[in-house]
């Protein structure tokens, strides 16, 4: 099983600065990785697949890049709207599809 | 816009069986993607249970696969979770969702919180 560790498990920015999320794998998944935001109570939303293409109607402030081991989601310019949990999630070697521990990312 | 909807008991009883339902609209499960299952319980990562294809073929979590069973109702367009034998340790939310065939999850369901209580 591949075992996917994010980092930090907080996150603490101020509204309109850069955030960076990372996301490591114990194992390459190539670029088969996902990134997802949750809000308190609400559906995850998928932001990035493919560790680095937006899904559909996902704004160009979010973005994904790595591949291999090591990945990063970076959100160039917070919004009130960003703050939320992240999840990173592999898709390469399946079953089982695993995901991270989740990054919360909250206001400074 | 696709959207799916989880059903089922708050609470079930150490050792019963938990039954879930997921019910689509906006997009026939004939027409293609695999329905899974994904819980969160309190506090925790999401966990990955398991998928089914529209032909019936699934895939599960080999954490879970002597538990789990998965099933889809073309008809009814729905797919359905139990899981059996359930403790403490199987309370969380549980939640439906499409995924693409490469395995990333596109569209989720709110989720439904099941309480494994005496």
């Known amino acids: 099983e591949i075992v996917m560790t994010q980092s930090p498990a907080t996150l603490s920015v101020s509204p309109g600065e850069r955030a960076t999320l990372s996301c490591r794998a114990s194992q390459s998944v190539s670029s088969n990785l996902a990134w997802y935001q949750q809000q308190p109570g609400q559906a995850p939303r998928l932001l990035i697949y493919?560790?680095?293409i937006r899904a559909t109607g996902i704004p160009a402030r979010f973005s994904g890049s790595g591949s291999g081991t090591e990945f990063t989601l970076t959100i160039s310019i917070l919004q009130s709207e960003d703050f939320a949990v992240y999840y990173c999630q592999q898709y390469d070697n399946w079953p089982p599809i695993t995901f991270g521990q989740g990054t919360r990312l909250e206001i400074k | 816009q696709v959207q799916l909807q989880e059903s089922g008991p708050g609470l079930v009883k150490p050792s019963e069986t938990l039954s879930l339902t997921c019910a689509v609209s906006?997009?026939?499960?004939?027409?293609?993607?695999?329905w899974g299952w994904v819980r969160q319980p309190p506090g925790k990562g999401q966990e990955w249970i398991g998928n089914?294809?529209?032909?019936?073929?699934?895939y599960l979590n080999p954490s879970l696969k002597s538990r789990v069973t998965i099933s889809v109702d073309t008809s009814k367009n729905q797919i359905s979770l139990k899981l059996s034998s359930v403790t403490a340790a199987d309370t969380a939310v549980y939640h439906c969702?499409?995924?693409?065939?490469?395995?990333?999850?596109?569209?989720w369901g709110q989720g439904t919180l099941v309480t494994v209580s005496s």
């Open positions: 969702a499409r995924l693409a065939v490469a395995g990333f999850c596109d569209f």
């Open positions: 493919g560790a680095s």
């Open positions: 906006g997009y026939s499960i004939s027409s293609g993607y695999y």
């Open positions: 089914i294809y529209h032909s019936g073929s699934t």
